[in-house]
């Protein structure tokens, strides 16, 4: 198995641009979790999904910040428009049936100037 | 609230030598608790779960303890490596609560030679 795939794995763009980042799941897992870390804050759950579906987003910062999941193969995150704070690295991860152990990918490194 | 807090922060030690992290958590109900390693530039990766009813597994020349009592968890790396440089997670699961995992800040190793 490939395991988590994401892209790209580095972003450089400029405030207010658009971005997106994508994320494929290790098949047959039905829950996919997208990840921020930075210095700081250390690893934050934005947003998780089961079966496709939203469970909990409170941890999507603003409204700038949205998320899909169209199928069970892939999923976006996007911010827009970005800006400098939104600068860390992003991980997806993905879940089969056995509880907490997460697969992540490589994440993709964002830097908004 | 739950919380998982580890200590220390940072850990500078010589090759060969033994290591122990600590993590503490006042999660509940607990469900299960995992220590993953997460290598610089990469995501983070499995180490071990530890259940309720389990106080210590091994996995190579990691070794890692619950007391579920004190609620406390160690992890212990015994003949350090370079390549055991990395930061260390523990993450602690609430039972019957989906996928709701609880992050501690990690521990940042680096061994020297």
């Known amino acids: 198995d490939a395991g988590v795939i994401q892209s790209p794995r580095h972003e450089v763009t400029e405030m207010g641009q658009e971005v997106t980042l994508r994320c494929k799941p290790i098949?047959?897992?039905?829950?996919l979790f997208w990840y921020r870390q930075t210095m700081m804050r250390g690893l934050e759950l934005l947003i998780y999904?089961?079966?496709?579906?939203?469970?909990?987003d409170s941890g999507m910062p603003e409204d700038r910040f949205s998320a899909k999941m169209p199928n069970a193969s892939f999923s976006t995150l996007k911010i827009q428009p970005s800006e400098p704070r939104d600068s860390a690295v992003y991980f997806c991860?993905?879940?089969?049936?056995?509880?907490?152990?997460?697969?992540f990918g490589e994440g993709s490194r964002l830097t908004v100037l | 609230k739950n919380q998982v807090e580890q200590s220390p922060q940072s850990l500078i030690i010589l090759e060969g030598k033994n290591c122990t992290l600590q993590c503490n958590y006042t999660v509940s109900p607990f469900s299960n608790l995992r220590w993953y390693k997460q290598d610089t530039g990469r995501g983070p990766v499995s180490l071990t779960i530890?259940?309720?009813?389990?106080n210590t597994k091994s996995n190579g020349r990691y070794t890692a303890t619950l007391d579920a009592d004190t609620k406390q968890s160690s992890l212990h790396i015994t003949a350090s490596q370079l390549s055991d440089s990395a930061s260390y997670i523990c993450?602690?699961?609430?039972?019957?609560?989906?996928?709701?995992?609880?992050f501690g800040g990690g521990t940042r190793l680096m061994v020297k030679p």
């Open positions: 098949s047959g897992h039905n829950s």
């Open positions: 993450v602690v699961s609430v039972e019957n609560a989906g996928n709701m995992l609880t």
């Open positions: 999904f089961n079966n496709n579906v939203p469970i909990d």
């Open positions: 991860a993905s879940s089969g049936t056995r509880a907490g152990e997460l697969f």
């Open positions: 530890m259940t309720f009813s389990e």
